[in-house]
Every structure is written in structure tokens, then in C-alpha cells.
């Protein structure tokens, strides 16, 4: 069964950049994955970022990105703000209709 | 601006089936490219996609899921369902609905504020 790998927890300080990744547990993530990400904050659902790799999602600012770096998805947050502290979810399509979710990271922000 | 809201009890019985409804709203189910999914969160667990449905009735599954999951359309209502059969304590979770654009390949845009299923006894 097809695994999706995130870091469970990631910390940066405020005004600095992070790279969280998104990887399968056998095999390299491509495009053809269509890698999307999500933020979420406590009891709130979540909101899309990036889909298909690097496109954000409407009213996304600019300092969200996401890339292939390497064989993983990657999401880079640069100027980080205190706000950004959320978990942090990637989504894989896997073929035939199928998305499976990482199980995702949690950013700190301090 | 298109709106999703989950409807349906909020407890149901181990060995029963569970029953949920998403309405949407300010939006056409039976738009192309758009597709409509299901996805759960455990208390303090991550995310796991569950179904998602065209409108034409074409179905996808979570193969770990598929033997206990129905997910339907009712265009006429402008809603989809999703039934779980033989739910345990592990089906308890909060319930999201989404809308997915190309069925995923294009993230899924729109969600639901999601609803709180326990099962208990």
C-alpha cells in the first residue's frame, strides 16, 4: 500500500523560509502526481494552497510555493509569519481516481 | 461564492451503518471537471481521502475503505451522500465534503466546515 511521507513537525523562525517535503514510500514524486497542499488550524477545515505541483489557490499570497525538489513534493514558505503556525498536508494523486493524504506536518512558528 | 455544508447524525452505533449528506449551494453539482469527494479526520489524526463522485454517477474509491463505502449523487437535490457500513470506534472522525477539480488533479478548492461523527454505543 502507497505510504505518503511528510516530516511530522517542522519549526522556523519568524521571517524565515521552510521547505516541507512530500514523499511516497516507494518511488519518486513527479508531476504527474499533481501534488497539492493544505493548511489547516485547529477545528477549522482545511484550505488549499498549491495544487497541481506549483499553481496557488485563489487569495494565496505569494510567499507560499510549491516544487518538485528532488523525488518529493516540496511546499516553501518564505518570510514566515506567526499566522503560518497550522499543520500542513500534501496530496497525492495516485491514478484511477485515487488522491491519497500525507499525514501531514505540524509548523511551528517561534 | 459556491458553499458546502454536511448534514447527519452526529452518533451512530457500532455494527450500523452511518448516513451523511452534503448540500451544495451557489453552485451546480452537474458543472464539468468538478467532482465531489469525501474526507475524514480521526480526533488528532491526520486527513484521509474517503470517495469521490462525477455527477454522471462515475464512482472512486479508497481501496482500504471501498467494501464498507457507498457515495452517491442526487443532481436533482444538488446533493451527494456518503454511507459507511459496519462502523467501529475507528470511523469516528470528523466528516469533511469537497468539491475536486478534475477529480483531484487540481486540488480540491471548496470544503465543507465538517461535521462530527462519533460512534459509541
Known amino acids: 500500500q502507497t505510504v505518503v511521507t511528510q516530516e511530522p513537525s517542522f519549526s522556523v523562525s519568524p521571517g524565515g523560509t521552510v521547505t516541507l517535503t512530500c514523499g511516497l514510500s516507494?518511488?519518486?514524486?513527479?508531476?504527474?502526481?499533481?501534488p497539492s497542499w493544505y493548511q489547516q488550524t485547529p477545528g477549522q477545515a482545511p484550505r488549499s494552497l498549491i495544487y497541481n505541483t506549483n499553481t496557488r489557490s485563489s487569495g494565496v499570497p505569494d510567499r507560499f510555493s510549491g516544487s518538485i525538489l528532488g523525488n518529493k513534493a516540496a511546499l516553501t514558505i518564505t518570510g514566515a509569519q506567526a499566522d503560518d503556525e497550522s499543520d500542513y498536508y500534501c496530496?497525492?494523486?495516485?491514478?484511477?481516481?485515487?488522491?491519497?493524504f500525507g499525514g501531514g506536518t505540524k509548523l511551528t512558528v517561534l | 461564492q459556491l458553499q458546502l455544508q454536511e448534514s447527519g447524525p452526529g452518533l451512530v452505533k457500532p455494527s450500523e451503518t452511518l448516513s451523511l449528506t452534503c448540500s451544495v449551494s451557489?453552485?451546480?453539482?452537474?458543472?464539468?471537471?468538478?467532482?465531489w469527494g469525501w474526507i475524514r479526520q480521526p480526533p488528532g489524526k491526520g486527513l484521509e481521502w474517503i470517495a469521490s463522485i462525477y455527477y454522471s454517477g462515475n464512482t472512486y474509491y479508497n481501496p482500504s475503505l471501498k467494501s464498507r463505502v457507498t457515495i452517491s449523487v442526487d443532481t436533482s437535490k444538488n446533493q451527494f451522500s456518503l454511507k459507511v457500513s459496519s462502523v467501529t470506534a475507528a470511523d469516528t472522525a470528523v466528516y469533511y465534503c469537497?468539491?475536486?477539480?478534475?477529480?483531484?488533479?487540481?486540488?480540491?478548492?471548496?470544503w465543507g466546515q465538517g461535521t462530527t461523527v462519533t460512534v459509541s454505543s
Open positions: 496530496v497525492l494523486y495516485m491514478g484511477s481516481g485515487i488522491s491519497v
Open positions: 451557489s453552485g451546480s453539482i452537474s458543472t464539468s471537471s468538478y467532482y
Open positions: 469537497a468539491r475536486q477539480v478534475r477529480n483531484g488533479k487540481d486540488g480540491m478548492d471548496v
Open positions: 516507494s518511488g519518486s514524486v513527479s508531476t504527474g502526481h499533481y
